[in-house]
């Protein structure tokens, strides 16, 4: 079992701004992805273009697909998810799935 890293590139919504995704990111944090034992570690970054990247490692591939399933009922990944434009995103082209093959 390899741990799984996903990149997941998100843009803001019309009228969102970073302190909004900030505050979301936090809840997100607080309410779900720490509820989550098959998360290793998550990281917000801020690309050059202006964009973010949501950096999640996944103790396996399995556990990434469960968090998946449970992040569409979940009340604070809807408060993350609205403050992004989501209108040209399609989950299978815009993220990133990467098998980890060493850790340090």
């Known amino acids: 079992m ?9 843009k803001l919504a019309y009228g969102k701004t970073e302190a909004d995704l900030l505050a979301a990111s936090k809840v997100f944090q607080r309410d779900f992805v720490a509820h989550e034992p098959g998360v290793l570690r998550r990281e917000l970054v801020r690309k050059p273009d202006g964009t973010y990247l949501d950096i999640v490692q996944f103790r396996s591939h399995e556990d ?7 992040e569409m009922e979940s009340p604070a990944c809807a408060t993350f998810f609205s403050v992004m434009d989501l ?4 989950p299978e082209a815009e993220m ?3 098998i980890t093959l060493e850790t340090h």
């Open 2 to 10: 390899s741990p799984v890293t996903v990149l997941a590139p998100i």
């Open 96 to 98: 990133e799935v990467n």
């Open 64 to 70: 990434y697909l469960d968090v998946v399933k449970k």
């Open 87 to 90: 209108s040209e995103f399609d």
